[in-house]
């Protein structure tokens, strides 16, 4: 193997440990989710939050470089996507 495809292993493992970070950080985001759904369901509160949404996609892009802010916007819309999902999923009065 050359020094080539020694560096690009090297980068695929760091690619992996974020990958494992970012499933870890998923797994944590979506417990939070659901216990949003059942706070939201108690209070009679819609999933959809516009404004939230906003906010959230505006801090998300000054957090990153500007290269990246379209990127980090379309991450962030899908995970709200995943979530109002799970929310929705949680929240559909079965009785």
């Known amino acids: ?3 080539g495809n020694e560096r690009l ?3 695929r493992d760091e690619i992996d440990s974020i990958d494992a970070e970012l499933a870890a950080l ?3 985001r979506m417990a939070v989710v659901s216990e949003v759904a059942a ?3 108690k209070a009679g509160l819609p999933v959809y939050d516009a404004s939230r949404e906003d906010s959230v996609v505006a ?3 000054a957090r990153v470089s500007p290269e990246n802010a379209d990127d ?3 991450l962030l819309r899908k995970l709200m996507q995943i ?3 799970r929310q929705e999923e949680l929240t559909i009065d079965t009785t």
């Open 83 to 85: 979530s109002k999902e």
């Open 26 to 28: 998923f797994e944590r």
């Open 72 to 74: 980090m916007e379309k």
């Open 1 to 3: 193997m050359g020094a």
């Open 39 to 41: 706070f939201k369901r």
């Open 9 to 11: 292993a090297q980068l």
């Open 59 to 61: 801090r998300g892009r």
